[in-house]
């Protein structure tokens, strides 16, 4: 009896170990950001997107050891790739107010070189001497606003695809595209240095 309780017991806990495995579609999240990051800045055509090495177009985003490997049986694996959506109407919003901004606050202070890409993707105010005086309290506070709704927005896409802890790799998706999407003369940084595209 103890015996069969026993495997019983070894079968419940075996079962209780399957996981699936869900991967992060990096290549649908790099088109996303495209997409959502050339509305945002508009005007010139679209550089390419932006490369992420190794990935093979999908990042695994956990790994378990799966004891029914042992036994020749394979885990459970999500079989629908999720197509990353950035059109609801919460990430609408955001994107609209990022779009207006950008075009009257932010853009003529990429094009002077006060502004730039740090490599998280925010945007910061480079070389604040190239700012006047009188509009350094409003860029700041333009900057501030902007950077607030890129990480609501990278929240928003993560939650809207099912996916909460996804939110770091869109992110880094993201803060890829924004430097890619740098018009030639805006600054970005890599490495901690800055360079200008």
Not at 53 to 79: E, K, N, T, V, Y
Not at 91 to 118: N, T, V
């Amino acid at each position: 009896m103890r015996r069969v309780l026993g495997i019983s017991l070894l079968s419940l806990v075996l079962c209780a170990c399957v996981t699936i495995n869900v991967y992060f579609p990096a290549a649908e999240a790099r088109e996303a950001a495209r997409e959502f990051v050339e509305n945002v800045i508009g005007d010139e055509a679209a550089p390419a997107p932006a490369p992420t090495p190794g990935d093979g177009g999908m990042a695994m985003h956990q790994l378990r050891f799966d004891p029914w490997m042992l036994l020749g049986i394979g885990s459970a694996q999500a079989q629908a790739q999720p197509d990353i959506t950035i059109r609801t109407p919460a990430i609408q919003a955001i994107q609209s107010r990022m779009e207006s901004r950008f075009a009257s606050a932010l853009r003529p202070h990429f094009d002077s070189g006060a502004l730039g890409f740090a490599g998280d993707g925010t945007v910061v105010v480079r070389d604040a001497s190239r700012l006047a005086i009188k509009d350094r309290v409003a860029v700041n506070a333009a900057v501030a606003d902007d950077n607030r709704d890129r990480k609501a927005v990278y929240r928003e896409i993560a939650v809207a695809n099912g996916h909460p802890e996804w939110e770091p790799q869109i992110r880094d998706v993201f803060a890829r595209q924004w430097i890619a999407s740098a018009r030639p003369g805006w600054w970005y940084q890599q490495g901690g240095t800055w360079k200008q595209k």
